[in-house]
């Protein structure tokens, strides 16, 4: 029984360009959470997501970060024109259908060059 | 609005001893969750153990365990006979029922860096 995954596990993107953050939530699990922890902080919530709907995006910044969990297929964190102040770990974790209990992926290490 | 203290940047323990990493918690919701996670030098979140606030006894995981105070809204984390693989952050978090119900946010400490000397 696969856990939560992650991919990539480290991503180097130039500024400007577009970074793609993928989440596979351990199988039963039809909810998603999305954490971003900036260096030497704790993990702070961006958004929750089921299947095709944003439950509750208010940790996401307004501009450039977008987040989706089509019915077929990983979670997708989507962080456009990226800048430097971006470069973090962002985390993903999923529950199952109660909502109660969580499981972390292990993390993509953005860093903005 | 809820919030999580820890108020230890960093702590060192000698191997084999135990060592108590302090949180404090502030919610005004009567129903409520603390975690604790280990996050290692590889950057992975590891639960280590979860208290309740209705459960009446502390919470235990092996050499983990939790001294939860209610009326002090403080849930420290108690690790014995520290082993050097212990070395690594250390996030209390607790518990935030979604706005729209049936789902959980979590809200986390900054963290305490844990080192074991030998």
């Known amino acids: 029984n696969a856990g939560v995954m992650q991919n990539p596990r480290h991503l180097v993107r130039r500024r400007g360009q577009e970074a793609r953050l993928r989440c596979s939530p351990m199988k039963g699990h039809s909810h998603v959470y999305w954490y971003r922890q900036l260096p030497e902080e704790g993990l702070k919530f961006m958004v929750y997501l089921q299947k095709e709907n944003i439950i509750d995006e208010s940790g996401m910044p307004k501009e450039r970060f977008s987040a989706e969990f089509p019915k077929e297929g990983p979670s997708i964190l989507r962080i456009q024109q990226v800048v430097r102040g971006d470069s973090a770990a962002y985390f993903c974790?999923?529950?199952?259908?109660?909502?109660?209990?969580?499981?972390f992926g292990s993390g993509t290490r953005l860093t903005v060059v | 609005a809820q919030k999580i203290t820890q108020t230890q940047p960093g702590m060192f323990v000698q191997e084999k001893e135990a060592v108590t990493l302090d949180c404090t918690y502030d919610?005004?919701?009567?129903?409520?969750?603390l975690f604790w996670y280990k996050q290692p030098s590889s950057g992975e979140m590891i639960f280590l153990i979860y208290?309740?606030?209705?459960?009446?006894q502390n919470a235990t995981e092996g050499r983990y365990s939790l001294n939860f105070q209610k009326a002090r809204k403080s849930a420290n984390l108690v690790i014995s006979a520290s082993q050097l693989g212990d070395s690594a952050m250390y996030f209390c978090?607790?518990?935030?029922?979604?706005?729209?119900?049936?789902?959980?946010?979590?809200?986390f400490g900054a963290g305490t860096r844990l080192a074991v000397h030998p």
């Open positions: 978090a607790m518990r935030e029922l979604g706005q729209a119900g049936g789902y959980n946010k979590l809200i």
């Open positions: 974790a999923s529950s199952p259908p109660t909502g109660v209990g969580y499981t």
């Open positions: 919610t005004s919701d009567p129903s409520y969750g």
């Open positions: 208290q309740g606030s209705y459960d009446q």
